[in-house]
């Protein structure tokens, strides 16, 4: 039985945070929505380029890699501004369910 998760099970515990009324909830939900789907990017390119793959890609290879640079970019971006707002060292944390807890709590 395969144990992946279902299409978007790995995004579920963004959906309070994009749901939120809190503005910084909506923006974290967002960062870490790109992230996850950025980590999964990466590591369908590092399968396709070390042969291990197994399906075929619709698309090229560096449109793969051109994708990643812009989510790479946009993380980036979405950081800095965490930084500049003093959210970062939160922000980064909440992959974890205790650290989501204790955001949604504060």
């Known amino acids: 039985m395969d144990n992946k998760p279902k299409s978007n099970e790995y995004l579920d515990w963004t959906i ?10 909506r923006f974290v939900a967002e960062y870490w929505q790109t ?3 950025y980590d999964r990017l990466h590591d369908t390119i590092v399968r396709i380029e ?3 793959i197994d399906f075929k890609p619709a698309c090229s290879l560096e449109l793969l890699k051109q ?3 812009c989510m790479g970019n946009y993380l980036y ?3 800095l501004r965490a930084e500049r ?3 970062r ?3 980064l944390t909440l992959k974890s369910e205790e650290a989501r807890y204790e955001w949604k709590n504060s």
């Open 16 to 25: 309070p945070l994009m749901q939120s009324e809190a503005y910084m909830d």
């Open 35 to 37: 992230k996850l789907r």
């Open 89 to 91: 060292r939160a922000m």
């Open 77 to 79: 971006a979405l950081e």
């Open 50 to 52: 070390a042969g291990t």
């Open 85 to 87: 707002e003093g959210i």
């Open 67 to 69: 994708q990643a640079a």
